[in-house]
T-cell receptor
Framework: EAQVTQNPRYLITVTGKKLTVTCSQNMNHEYMSWYRQDPGLGLRQIYYSMNVEVTDKGDVPEGYKVSRKEKRNFPLILESPSPNQTSLYFC???WGQGKSEQYFGPGTRLTVT | GQQVMQIPQYQHVQEGEDFTTYCNSSTTLSNIQWYKQRPGGHPVFLIQLVKSGEVKKQKRLTFQFGEAKKNSSLHITATQTTDVGTYFCAEDTGTASKLTFGTGTRLQVTL
């Protein structure tokens, strides 16, 4: 089954404790992205990757890191989480350039206290 | 960055009533995609519009792309409780992996 998986689905952590949210897709998609969803603000892109070892900042990259060492995986790293990073995070993937639908993972609800 | 405004933010209808959400941009859109997110779920792709003035239908859902490619709408005829969720439009710039989402319209349907 074609899918995007994320782990963990729920996470409660404390300020400053490094964490990683994993994302994996089995569709051989070139493009992968991370979004955060906050009430009233819709979906905002954090980082994206066009292919292995190619990543770039989205609209709200501050406080986040990503890596793309393999085509299927695109982890999101919070080196020193802060309460304003409490949010619902979605990983997504799609085929090559433009005009293709995006597949979303199930989401990770992160709470930073 | 590119701003895609979506209205209304929220709408509550009774089952059987129609519903429309609008997506507006200050600049010409390359193409537009629509997604639906059920409560507690993730966004799911509905459709993509590419051509000026394009109209596409999916059962009770009608999607339109404006003639000037600066706006789009999603109309649901005779809503059902299964239509509950948040509807997002998203502009695809066609480059990199940049999809800019609207703020979404949350639809509540009651019996």
């Amino acid at each position: 089954e074609a899918q995007v998986t994320q782990n963990p689905r729920y996470l409660i952590t404390v300020t400053g404790k490094k964490l990683t949210v994993t994302c994996s897709q089995n569709m051989n998609h070139e493009y992968m992205s991370w979004y955060r969803q906050d009430p009233g603000l819709g979906l905002r892109q954090i980082y994206y990757s066009m292919n292995v070892e190619v990543t770039d900042k989205g609209d709200v990259p501050e406080g986040y890191k990503v890596s793309r060492k393999e085509k299927r995986n695109f982890p999101l790293i919070l080196e020193s989480p802060s309460p304003n990073q409490t949010s619902l995070y979605f990983c997504a993937s799609r085929w090559g350039q433009g005009k293709s639908e995006q597949y979303f993972g199930p989401g990770t609800r992160l709470t930073v206290t | 960055g590119q701003q895609v405004m979506q209205i209304p933010q929220y709408q509550h209808v009774q089952e059987g009533e129609d519903f429309t959400t609008y997506c507006n941009s200050s600049t010409t859109l390359s193409n537009i995609q629509w997604y639906k997110q059920r409560p507690g779920g993730h966004p799911v792709f509905l459709i993509q519009l590419v051509k000026s003035g394009e109209v596409k239908k999916q059962k009770r859902l009608t999607f339109q792309f404006g003639e000037a490619k600066k706006n789009s709408s999603l109309h649901i005829t005779a809503t059902q409780t299964t239509d509950v969720g948040t509807y997002f439009c998203a502009e695809d710039t066609g480059t990199a992996s940049k999809l800019t989402f609207g703020t979404g319209t949350r639809l509540q349907v009651t019996l």
